[in-house]
């Protein structure tokens, strides 16, 4: 089955999501991620959205699902990217990614990665 | 007689006297009208020729009364055509419906010789006429106003587009100053635009100044916390400025829960309070 | 039973019929599995563009789409969507008919009742699916299946 690629940058992990996930493959996502977190001892997840043009309860659920695990694993995690129009859908939507740390872009994302855990 | 023999011996009428007609009808119209030069003059012309083509056609058909039947299909479309053409050049409803209106006497004119010695069939014919000319020139105001209306919507469309400015203020600091009224489509589009320009500016604190907003109702007030909300989603923050007392107690008074958003009474304090989150302050050089 | 079908409707829901007159080109994609849900957000998006929706409402009807979609396959075991072309004579719009033949929903009112994280709602998101729509019906009875309808028109 295919998997969205995980690229190691020092103690960061970066995924970059760029198809339209079908759940199975977005529970497999959570389950590399949390897996390649201990593997890699990395500190730090970086999830691109930029290119999702859509994001509902279910993938929502497993990037909250999927910051928590970080953090008790002792990661901090941080989504970029999100579009306006998914952002305002969400928001509508009554969802509120509780516990997840948001920026821009993948610049701004490693900048606020690197104040968390120096 | 039949109401298919009016229609043979009107549309007969109109076909005979074509020219005539068309002669009297046109002099009428450049009396009354205002502008009037070659190239107005010669449409005038080609509207009346093709109108009176038409009409003749559509009333041999046979259907006199009602103007929505195919048969009068061609009629409607080239008065829709007139219509709106003269509705962007300017006219006037009056003056187009009268385009109509002024072919009665030129028309009853010929419908009285045509049924000369027959005062009854005379009189209906006029009738039958008299309808048809004010059904049709009621359904040119109809379309004179649909065209007016489109006009009006996309005016408004680019008003809207027109209404968020952008002004950077500092790295990664904008203030978008909200000005005029607005209704619920309107702050929709608004707040969808200051979205994708801090996406657009990479900007961290986005300040929504609404000085220039006379009134805040709840929908508006539920919008500005959305837009909040949806920038947080994307890693952006901001900051609500140039609340009026009037506006503050609206805003109370409505019980909108404003706990979670910085909010100033004025640009430059909320520009102080962004310059600190982002890290930067000011400092006053001693002379 | 409304219409011919090749084979048994699945819940006999009035809502079948609904906006008779301003339907058109009736498509019936089946729910059976995460693929299909994928299949479904690509067509309504696609229909979304042909009748030149805006990208947020583009983009909120699909979610909407989405989510009722895996409700069907979750909590229905599986079934269809109907995507409808609609026209009042003033706008265009979508319609989409989500059918199950499952559980049904015992509690409809707590049902549109808010909340994914908390697990109001009993989690079916069907409160904010409905936020998201111009139109929300929904018909569901017990032991026999639920139907949940959403209209977006063009503004």
Redo the contacts between chains.
């Keep these: 089955m295919e998997r969205i690629p995980i690229l190691r940058m020092g103690d960061l992990l970066l995924v970059t999501i760029q198809v339209d996930m079908h759940d199975r493959l977005a529970m497999q996502l959570q389950d590399d991620l949390t897996e390649r977190i201990v593997k890699d001892s990395a500190k730090g997840v970086l999830i691109d959205i930029s290119a999702l043009d859509l994001v509902d309860s279910f993938i929502g659920r497993m990037i909250s699902n999927t910051a928590a695990m970080a953090r008790v694993l002792d990661a901090r995690t941080v989504v970029v990217g999100m579009q306006p129009a998914v952002a305002i859908t969400l928001v509508e939507l009554g969802l509120t990614l509780h516990g997840v740390k948001t920026a821009l872009n993948v610049e701004k994302g490693m900048t606020l990665l690197g104040k968390s855990y120096k | 007689m039949s109401m298919k023999d009016y229609a043979d011996r009107i549309s007969q009428t109109i076909l005979d006297q074509e020219a005539a007609i068309g002669a009297e009808w046109l002099a009428q119209l450049e009396a009354l009208s205002v502008r009037s030069n070659a190239a107005a003059r010669e449409q005038l012309r080609s509207h009346c020729h093709q109108f009176l083509k038409s009409f003749g056609s559509a009333t041999r058909s046979g259907e006199l009364e009602n103007i929505d039947h195919r048969s009068w299909d061609e009629v409607r479309d080239l008065l829709a055509d007139i219509s709106s053409t003269r509705a962007k050049a300017g006219s006037t409803p009056s003056e187009t419906a009268t385009f109509v209106f002024s072919l009665k006497q030129p028309l009853f004119a010929r419908l009285r010789e045509a049924f000369a010695g027959d005062a009854e069939g005379l009189a209906s014919a006029s009738w039958v006429v008299t309808m048809l000319l004010d059904k049709l020139g009621l359904y040119t105001i109809e379309v004179f106003q649909k065209t007016k209306d489109q006009i009006i919507v996309r005016q408004q469309q680019e008003l809207l587009e027109l209404s968020t400015p952008v002004v950077k203020l500092w790295n990664g600091i904008l203030a978008l100053p909200l000005i005029g009224t607005l209704d619920s489509a309107r702050t929709q589009v608004v707040m969808e635009n200051i979205l994708q320009k801090i996406v657009d500016t990479g900007a961290m604190i986005a300040i929504i100044d609404i000085t220039g907003v006379p009134t805040v109702d709840t929908l508006v007030a539920q919008h500005l916390m959305k837009t909040i909300a949806a920038a947080r989603l994307m890693g952006a923050d901001c900051i609500i400025s140039g609340i009026r007392p009037q506006i503050a107690q609206t805003i109370v008074h409505l019980g909108v829960n404003l706990e979670d958003v910085i909010t100033k009474a004025t640009l430059a304090d909320a520009f102080l309070v962004a310059l600190e989150r982002t890290g930067a302050a000011i400092t006053i050089k001693q002379a | 039973m409304t219409g011919a079908q090749t084979e048994a409707v699945l819940f006999d829901t009035p809502l079948l019929d609904y906006r008779a007159q301003q339907r058109t080109g009736r498509v019936t994609l089946p729910l059976r599995s995460?693929?299909d849900?994928?299949g479904l957000?690509?067509q309504v998006?696609e229909r979304a563009v042909a009748i030149a929706l805006?990208?947020?409402d583009?983009?909120?009807l699909?979610?909407a789409a989405?989510?009722l979609g895996?409700n069907t396959i979750k909590y229905g075991g599986g079934g269809e969507v109907y995507l409808d072309a609609l026209d009042d004579g003033m706008r265009r719009g979508i319609g989409l008919l989500f059918v199950d033949a499952g559980q049904g929903i015992p509690d409809i009112d707590n049902a549109l009742r808010?909340?994914?994280?908390t697990g109001g709602g009993l989690g079916l998101?069907l409160?904010?699916?409905k936020?998201?729509v111009d139109e929300f019906d929904i018909d569901s009875r017990p032991k026999e299946g639920t139907a949940v309808l959403i209209v977006k028109w063009k503004?």
């Design positions: 995460d693929d849900v994928v957000r690509k998006r805006s990208l947020v583009q983009t909120k699909v979610t989405s989510e895996r808010d909340g994914f994280t998101g409160g904010g699916s936020r998201l503004r």
